[in-house]
T-cell receptor, first 110, second 117 residues
């Protein structure tokens, strides 16, 4: 079944790049990888998604390995407001069931 | 524009009671999802609507849980005979592109915190 594995927590200095890894070795060939983040007591917020090519938007960059078994979310210049839980998400193939996992708690330090 | 709204923001009930949780999606979004989030865990998929119909209800934990979306907009999650283990934050999300290959960006509401005493 679809599953993601992420480190439980990470720290990053303010102004530095935050690199958040995710393992999704069971991902199906036509399923996207999504990244969301959740700030305390709020609903998750979309960040970025990709299929096989690297993607970049105003919030972040997403690097997907060639075998698609893992990806890395990059926040190029982390700020204190980026402190949140970051989820790497995949969908179970043939369904609309998105698997969130337990996420990575990123703490940006001043 | 207005985002996804959920009411009530908090609901406290007693074991065995019936509750309804409401979700107002973003206008024009045909896809609607319900998730449940327990403390310290990521959101857990419950059900997906495309329009009025439940296209995937594989995440509903048992037959005490039911959801409707009669006019393809507002959705209500209904829980019968509540149990203490049902205590969680119930999140609703809507999307423009539920049926596209990528599924599309989901916009989440703030959630309803349900506490069953």
């Amino acid at each position: 079944d679809a599953k993601t594995t992420q480190p439980t927590s990470m720290d990053c200095a303010e102004g530095r790049a935050a690199n958040l890894p995710c393992n999704h070795s069971t991902i199906s060939g036509n399923e996207y990888v999504y990244w969301y983040r959740q700030i305390h007591s709020q609903g998750p917020q979309y960040i970025i998604h990709g299929l096989k090519n690297n993607e970049t938007n105003e919030m972040a960059s997403l690097i997907i390995t060639e075998d698609r078994k893992s990806s890395t979310l990059i926040l190029p210049h982390a700020t204190l407001r980026d402190t949140a839980v970051y989820y790497c998400i995949v969908r179970v193939s043939g369904t609309y069931k998105y698997i969130f996992g337990t996420g990575t708690r990123l703490k940006v330090l001043a | 524009g207005a985002g996804v709204s959920q009411t009530p923001s908090n609901k406290v009930t007693e074991k065995g009671k019936y509750v309804e949780l409401r979700c107002d999606p973003i206008s024009g979004h045909t896809a609607l999802y319900w998730y449940r989030q327990s403390l310290g865990q990521g959101p857990e998929f419950l059900i997906y609507f495309q329009g009025t119909g439940a296209a995937d209800d594989s995440g509903l934990p048992n037959d005490r849980f039911f959801a409707v979306r009669p006019e393809g907009s507002v959705s209500t999650l209904k829980i019968q005979r509540t149990e203490r283990g049902d205590s969680a934050v119930y999140l609703c999300a809507s999307s423009l592109k539920g049926t596209s290959p990528g599924g599309g960006e989901q916009f989440f509401g703030p959630g309803t915190r349900l506490t069953v005493l």
